[in-house]
């Protein structure tokens, strides 16, 4: 099941690169297993979630304020 679940992951962030390409906008995709990696981050940064299916980054990130 794990090795499922990192072909799909890789799949999908291949995807989303070449969709950025092609769209000529740049694009950076970091795929983490925990969220408190976000921690790390400059906070100047902007975080855009692409892909978070329950929510749970949002409720981190709301958390964080």
């Known amino acids: 099941m794990e090795l499922w679940i990192f072909f799909n ?4 962030l291949t995807y ?3 969709y950025s390409f092609f ?7 970091y795929c983490y297993d925990s ?9 100047k940064e902007k ?7 329950n929510n749970n980054l949002k ?5 964080k304020k």
Do not use: C, H, S, W
């Not at 769209?23 to 995709?29: H, I």
């Not at 409720?59 to 958390?63: A, I, P, R, T």
């Open 9 to 12: 992951k890789n799949i999908f």
């Open 16 to 18: 989303l690169r070449i």
């Open 23 to 29: 769209n000529k906008f740049p694009l950076d995709l």
């Open 35 to 43: 969220i408190k990696i976000i921690n790390n981050f400059k906070q």
């Open 47 to 53: 975080v855009r979630i692409i892909k978070d299916t």
């Open 59 to 63: 409720k981190f990130l709301n958390e």
